[in-house]
C-alpha cells in the first residue's frame, strides 16, 4: 500500500487555468506538506500544515493554496497557472512537525507543465 | 547563496567504485542533518540521519559530518547500480532545507 499518494502524476495545462492536485496519506500523521522541486533537483518548501498550523513559505504566491477536509488529505490549488510554475510537486507527511528529528514520508510526485 | 550547496555532478561511475558527496553550509544553526536518495520520478526518501559532528555507517553507506567546517558527506562504498539515484543533502534549523542533489550514475 502506498504511504503517501498523490493524483494526478502529470498534469500539462494552459497559462491562466486553475487545477488541483491531491495527496492522501495512510500514515495516520500529523502533519503534511507541499514541497516544489525545480528542473535543476532543487526542493524547496511550500507549506506545512497540521490541525493546528498552517506555515506558509513566504516566496509562495497567494495563488497557491493548500486545503485540508480531514488530517489525511492536503490537497494543493492553484490558481491562474503560470509558465514559471512548471514543476514537479510533492507532498510529504510526518508524525510531528520538522522541528525535531521527524522522518519526512514522500510522495512520488506531480510533473505539471503549463504551456 | 543559497543556505546549503551540494556538488552538482553528475557523478558516473563503474560497480564496485566509492562515491563521495558532498555539501557544505552556512548556517551554524543547522542541527540535524539527513541525506535523502531520490530514484527517477519518484519522491525523495530519507537515508542517512545524523545529529552530531562525526561519522555513521549504516552497511555500505556512511555519513560524515563536520560541523567545524559547517561541511557533510556521503560515502557509498561498493557501489551498486541499484544506487543509481539523485542524493539531496537536508538539513534542519528547524526547518528543513535541502540542497540542489547529486545525480548519481553506477555503470555495470
Known amino acids: 500500500d502506498t504511504a503517501v499518494s498523490q493524483t494526478p502524476k502529470y498534469l500539462v495545462t494552459q497559462m491562466g487555468n486553475d487545477k488541483s492536485i491531491k495527496c492522501e496519506q495512510n500514515?495516520?500523521?500529523?502533519?503534511m506538506y507541499w514541497y516544489k522541486q525545480d528542473s535543476k533537483k532543487f526542493l524547496k518548501i511550500m507549506f506545512s500544515?497540521?490541525?493546528?498550523?498552517?506555515?506558509i513559505n513566504e516566496t509562495v504566491p497567494n495563488r497557491f493554496s493548500p486545503k485540508s477536509p480531514d488530517k489525511a488529505h492536503l490537497n494543493l490549488h492553484i490558481n491562474s497557472l503560470e509558465l514559471g510554475d512548471s514543476a514537479v510537486y510533492f507532498c510529504?507527511?510526518?508524525?510531528?512537525?520538522?522541528?525535531?528529528?521527524?522522518?519526512?514520508?514522500f510522495g512520488s510526485g506531480t510533473q505539471l507543465s503549463v504551456l | 547563496q543559497k543556505e546549503v550547496e551540494q556538488d552538482p555532478g553528475p557523478l558516473s561511475v563503474p560497480e564496485g567504485a566509492i562515491v563521495s558527496l558532498n555539501c557544505t553550509y552556512s548556517?551554524?544553526?543547522?542541527?540535524?542533518f539527513m541525506w535523502y536518495r531520490q530514484y527517477s520520478r519518484k519522491g525523495p526518501e530519507l537515508l542517512m540521519y545524523?545529529?552530531?559532528?562525526g561519522n555513521k555507517e549504516d552497511g555500505r553507506f556512511t555519513a560524515q559530518v563536520d560541523k567545524s567546517s559547517k561541511y557533510i558527506s556521503l560515502f557509498i562504498r561498493d557501489s551498486q547500480p541499484s544506487d543509481s539515484a539523485t542524493y539531496l543533502c537536508?538539513?534542519?534549523?528547524?526547518?528543513?532545507?535541502f540542497g540542489a542533489g547529486t545525480t548519481v550514475t553506477v555503470r555495470a
Open positions: 510529504a507527511s510526518s508524525q510531528g512537525q520538522t522541528r525535531g528529528n521527524e522522518k519526512l514520508f
Open positions: 500514515l495516520g500523521h500529523d502533519t
Open positions: 500544515y497540521n490541525n493546528k498550523e498552517l506555515i
Open positions: 548556517n551554524s544553526a543547522f542541527q540535524y
Open positions: 545524523t545529529y552530531s559532528s
Open positions: 537536508a538539513m534542519k534549523d528547524p526547518e528543513l532545507s
